[in-house]
């Protein structure tokens, strides 16, 4: 059985030994190490948990693929095997795995897990091997006043005084120099003045020449049109006030209302506004003649929820 479990673990993470435990591979990161100057791959690094020792059928699967034997006899010779560990542990404290590594008993009883020496399960991590570097010798701070500035040639340095001499020279000549704008003050008086004497003589005329024809309407005409905008400003400006007995949505639905209640009143009008259909019972012009009408003993019986209306 020892060959089938080298064989599981390096196709799978978890082998599980039933009733003794199971080997567990994880994936360790590759790393430096600055000591050895030494760059490791990364690999599987192997151990051992023995919580997890139920019978997940991995090992008697691979015993019956390899031995060609059904699955319950692959079982069978696997609890023989596991009973041949567990009675080698019991006797010498010890077992191999093979290149697995090894089984041990410490001092409570209880089953330990010993790597094999030089063996490696990366699988396909395998062909990565440990990469050797040189450190390179970090050189000493060099002082500023060790380090060599280029000296610039007497050439350049006279050119540069020159240049900014020239410079200095057309900055002041610049500012010094008084700058005098005849066209500006001309500008700024010629605005009181025309542009064009001539134009201005051409446009010269004799005011009695022009003859104004406007329309006077007689006083008959005058008079009513007066007393129309006189009337329709006061239609304009007068209030109603209605009393609402009811606010509903559609014309249809006021008429219907107003036929059932045709016994209390024959005075129910429809006032249509902001797509409501309101029923009204009376009117008046103000609030209080409103208030009056809503008041009388009757509408408030009949009509316990009216209320005036303003438009």
Request: hydrophobic letters at 40%.
């Amino acid at each position: 059985m020892i060959e089938h479990i080298e064989y599981l673990v390096c196709q799978h993470d978890c082998v599980v030994i039933p009733g003794v435990g199971a080997i567990i591979a994880y994936h360790a990161p590759a790393y430096i190490d600055s000591e050895h100057s030494c760059i490791y791959p990364p690999k599987r690094v192997l151990s051992f948990n023995t919580q997890i020792n139920h019978f997940d059928g991995l090992l008697a699967a691979s015993v019956s693929r390899r031995e060609k034997v059904s699955f319950e006899k692959a079982s069978d010779m696997v609890s023989k095997s596991v009973s041949d560990i567990m009675n080698c542990l019991d006797s010498q404290n010890e077992v191999s795995l093979g290149r697995v590594g090894a089984l041990r008993k410490n001092a409570e009883n209880v089953i330990e897990y010993i790597p094999g020496a030089n063996t490696d399960f990366s699988g396909l991590l395998c062909k990565y091997t440990p990469v050797k570097f040189e450190k390179e010798p970090i050189d000493s701070p060099i002082a500023k006043s060790e380090i060599i500035k280029p000296r610039k040639s007497v050439i350049h340095r006279f050119i540069n005084a020159a240049a900014s001499v020239i410079i200095l020279i057309m900055l002041g000549f610049m500012l010094s120099t008084p700058i005098i704008d005849n066209e500006a003050v001309f500008a700024s008086m010629s605005a009181f003045k025309p542009a064009n004497t001539n134009a201005v003589e051409q446009w010269n005329f004799n005011a009695s020449e022009i003859e104004l024809n406007i329309a006077i309407p007689d006083h008959n005409t005058a008079t009513g049109m007066a007393e129309e905008r006189n009337n329709t400003t006061a239609v304009e400006a007068e209030n109603m006030y209605y009393v609402i007995v009811a606010s509903l949505p559609n014309e249809e639905i006021a008429q219907k209302f107003i036929a059932e209640n045709n016994n209390i009143s024959e005075n129910f009008q429809i006032l249509k506004s902001n797509k409501r259909c309101r029923v009204y019972i009376d009117k008046a012009n103000s609030i209080d003649s409103a208030l009056k009408a809503l008041s009388q003993s009757n509408r408030k019986q009949q009509f316990p929820d009216a209320w005036i209306f303003r438009k």
